[in-house]
């Protein structure tokens, strides 16, 4: 199995196991994946997807991950290059699921999940320490983490043609989660994510594509309580902002947009253009389009009948040009929450 693992950690490879034989339908998974930066990933996950009739659909999510030189730059938009540190970021989730189908097209659930935080010295030797640079007032929770009880719900609208490689139609995703710290009781929050994508064919084909995407990240806490930086919306990297480095930008809201036209130039494979708008700011007054960050980019992908299996983009920015390889597509298929559940 070869993949992107999160947090700027690149391309990682491992087995997996997976099963979709079982009685009544479920689902096994089992994996593990190592990537050339040393950061490990291991997800164990039973999915029962077509319970009542294929009204309803359950799953069981365990994952434990380690990432030993995750990027941080400071706080906020404001944040600059040349103070750029890391930190490593360990966490293990453990998570249920229960979701229903009121149309072939439209779902909606509830999850509950337990989730184990540790935050450590970086071993990137070409970087200060998160924690040597910047003070626990500028990042919450870097001299304690804490364990969270995550309790959400959410609703996803998916009316594209082809889910695996989409020409038309639209996926919108909404999400609430509360947060309650189990352990310190100083970051008690909520969060509200909105993702929508929409596709546009530019002829009967597939061969010209116009897809439109934006995503928000809403935090929501009392005076007296702090998202912890490790847990904040981040700007930057593969998928959004692609002219800026992995975790470029954190704080405790996001917007990111993106419109992407792609074509075909031989069999299976296709040119695109993009362009990606986006920021991060503290205040919930502050969502609208002021003071975005902008980034512009060209990309070749590959696709076998089916999703993309490769793509290379190249993205520039203010702070210079940054170039992905990544074996998945920019825009996301389906929400993680839902993996294994069709």
Not at 269 to 289: R, S
Request: a positive charge; aromatic letters at 12%.
């Amino acid at each position: 199995m070869a993949g992107g693992v999160g947090r700027g950690g690149g391309i990682g490879f491992g087995p997996e196991y997976l099963r979709r034989d079982l009685p009544g339908g479920a689902i096994l998974r089992a994996a593990a994946q190592l990537s050339f930066r040393a950061y490990q990933t291991y997800d164990l996950r039973m999915a029962f997807p077509q319970l009542a009739g294929g009204r309803l659909f359950t799953s069981l999510h365990s994952v434990h991950r380690n990432y030993p030189r995750v990027n941080y730059y400071g706080p906020g938009a404001a944040s600059i290059s040349q103070n750029r540190t890391d930190f490593r970021l360990e966490d293990t989730q453990f998570t249920g699921l229960i979701g229903f189908r009121l149309t072939p097209r439209l779902r909606l659930g509830t999850s509950l999940g337990y989730l184990l935080f540790n935050v450590g010295p970086g071993t990137d030797l070409q970087y200060l320490n998160t924690e040597r640079v910047f003070t626990p007032a500028q990042t919450p929770g870097i001299d304690q983490q804490s364990t969270f009880v995550r309790n959400s719900a959410f609703v996803h609208l998916d009316y594209r043609d082809d889910k695996r490689s989409p020409s038309r139609g639209g996926n919108y995703f909404v999400e609430y989660s509360r947060y309650d710290d189990r352990k310190l009781n100083r970051h008690e929050f909520q969060t509200l994510e909105l993702e929508l994508q929409q596709y546009i064919p530019l002829s009967n084909d597939k061969d010209r594509v116009i897809a439109l995407r934006g995503r928000s990240v809403l935090s929501f806490r009392d005076t007296d309580q702090r998202v912890p930086f490790y847990l904040q919306p981040i700007l930057g990297g593969a998928r959004d902002m692609r002219g800026f480095r992995t975790s470029r930008f954190y704080d405790d809201n996001l917007m990111a947009l993106t419109a992407e036209y792609s074509w075909q130039t031989f069999r299976h494979t296709y040119m695109a253009l993009f362009i990606d708008a986006g920021k991060v700011f503290p205040e919930l007054p502050q969502w609208n389009l002021t003071g975005m960050q902008h980034t512009v980019g060209f990309g070749v992908r590959i696709n076998n009948r089916g999703p993309v299996s490769a793509r290379l983009d190249v993205g520039f920015s203010r702070e210079g040009a940054r170039v992905w390889l990544r074996l998945d597509s920019a825009f996301r298929a389906a929400p993680a929450i839902l993996a294994d559940i069709p």
